[in-house]
């Protein structure tokens, strides 16, 4: 077997072999000038699986997959050197799983990351997901900051004292996912518990009580909880088989059970093991999106932002948009709706007051059903805040429209938008969570930005006078973030971050 300095050429056989399974190699960057390159080309048709260790930054060139018609498949496994934080760039033709944008690399020495890639079209579209991922001290430290009324922030007062800079929830390095509702906040660890905070008069903490927690309290004792959402007071989450769970308030149906009673535990909604991480709840709507690409929504109906055509009843159980199968992730704000399709064309639906919807129009009348913005189809990510808009596209750059009273949209203004406008010229932007007044992003270099309404210190920004600010403003200088949520309607955030190494 013979690995090229700036290729991966397996001439001897698979690689998922036992015998060649430990083999790894020092990739790009090293002291010496063996390696003269950071672009590296898997040649699909000599093998499957593939070892790297990073300690340089590098991008990937994919050949010789089987012809169209085909599944051709591998697996990638990279690991940082003992410097970490080196990334990769990826062919334009991957769509990454779910959102379409490449994931940020586990960053500290020693963490890896295991991504599969396959195609079916000879290589013209290759899909990929990360399989599994590693970090030396856990899965994340948990972070937040704002308003701590009803204990929201997670950081057990005895009085909820407001944070202006973030504060760990905490000693665990096990959380693996965040949400935040209008009062109270959700987790997943790494161990597939979940867990909730802040406001439960509605029960939308799920632990079958109403009262409110100033700390995070286990929801059950299962095992198997992948992604969560939180809205004005209920919560929508999804398990890893699949299945669809809500609790808290029911009104105006948004629980999707079909009635609109109020229940303090998760129940689950049909029977179905379709559902996707793709879900996000507004105020008193729900929006998803299943395995098979088709997109459902539920609760409220005013405004049209279920997108059921003319349709503006509430709709209590899970009501499908249209008949199409290829919505990719979507996003429900406070009163209207955000898509994107799997060929990364741009959908907005629902009320439009300060141009939310993004089409342009000097008129705000309300949509209610989906309607394209702009003709483009390089749109990777969307988020919808209370009133504004917020989207990434495939090229890294950041975008925002709508209300921009508190300067939410980052562009230096607080002048509203009717159509996407580009924040700055950067394209190494990640994530994206915008709250009512506020956004929050990521950048590759795992940096966190903020700006907008700075009220009960929101933006983390650690400011004795909560001033707003209308570009993007670093929080800190960590460089380890690794995933944001703004809450629904109000003024607190949460994000998780590497532990940092010893």
């Not at 769970?245 to 029977?271: C, D, E, F, K």
Request: charged share 15%; aromatic share 10%; net charge neutral.
């Amino acid at each position: 077997m013979r690995i090229s300095r700036s290729r991966f050429n397996f001439e001897d056989g698979r690689l998922d072999r036992a015998a060649f399974k430990d083999y790894g190699e020092i990739a790009t960057g090293s002291s010496s000038t063996v390696f003269t390159t950071s672009a590296y080309t898997v040649n699909i048709e000599n093998g499957n699986v593939y070892n790297l260790i990073l300690n340089d930054d590098c991008s990937f060139t994919f050949a010789n997959p089987t012809g169209s018609g085909n599944a051709c498949s591998f697996t990638l496994i990279l690991k940082q050197d003992q410097v970490g934080g080196w990334t990769a760039t990826w062919p334009a033709a991957v769509r990454w799983q779910d959102y379409f944008v490449a994931p940020t690399l586990a960053s500290a020495p020693g963490d890896f990351d295991a991504l599969t890639f396959f195609t079916v079209n000879g290589g013209t579209t290759w899909f990929a997901f990360r399989a599994e991922r590693d970090h030396t001290s856990g899965v994340g430290e948990l972070w937040t900051w704002g308003d701590n009324a009803t204990g929201r922030l997670g950081l057990n007062d005895a009085v909820a004292t407001d944070r202006s800079s973030p504060a760990q929830v905490g000693a665990t390095t096990s959380w693996a996912h965040v949400s935040a509702g209008y009062e109270h906040s959700l987790a997943v660890r790494g161990n597939g518990t979940l867990w909730g905070w802040g406001r439960n008069a509605e029960g939308q903490l799920g632990n079958n009580t109403t009262t409110a927690r100033s700390s995070p309290a286990q929801v059950g004792t299962l095992t198997d909880w992948r992604a969560t959402t939180g809205g004005e007071y209920h919560t929508a989450a999804i398990k890893t088989d699949g299945t669809l769970w809500t609790w808290g308030s029911g009104a105006n149906g948004r629980l999707g059970s079909n009635a609109t009673a109020t229940r303090s535990s998760p129940a689950q909604v049909g029977a179905l093991t379709d559902w996707t991480s793709v879900i996000s709840s507004g105020e008193y709507h729900t929006v998803a999106v299943k395995a098979n690409g088709t997109l459902w929504t539920w609760g409220e109906g005013a405004y049209g932002k279920l997108g059921a055509v003319t349709n503006v009843a509430n709709q209590s159980s899970p009501t499908q948009v249209g008949a199409l199968t290829t919505w990719r992730q979507a996003s429900a704000g406070s009163y209207h709706t955000l898509a994107v399709k799997t060929d990364g064309t741009l959908w907005s639906w629902g009320r439009n007051t300060h141009g939310q919807l993004g089409k342009n129009t000097a008129t705000t009348a309300h949509i209610s059903s989906p309607a394209q913005v702009g003709a483009l189809t390089d749109w990777a990510l969307v988020a919808a805040g209370g009133y504004h808009s917020v989207a990434l596209k495939t090229d890294g750059t950041l975008w925002n429209w709508g209300r921009n009273n508190a300067g939410q949209l980052g562009d230096n203004s607080t002048t509203l938008r009717s159509s996407p406008v580009q924040v700055g010229s950067l394209t190494m932007w990640s994530a994206i969570a915008p709250g009512e007044l506020h956004t929050v992003a990521l950048k590759t270099d795992g940096t966190l930005w903020a700006w907008g309404d700075n009220a009960q210190g929101k933006l983390g920004l650690n400011t004795a006078v909560a001033t707003d600010v209308s570009s993007p403003t670093q929080v800190g200088t960590h460089t380890n973030w690794s995933l944001v949520a703004a809450g629904t309607a109000q003024h607190h955030t949460l994000a998780l971050r590497y532990p940092p190494t010893a």
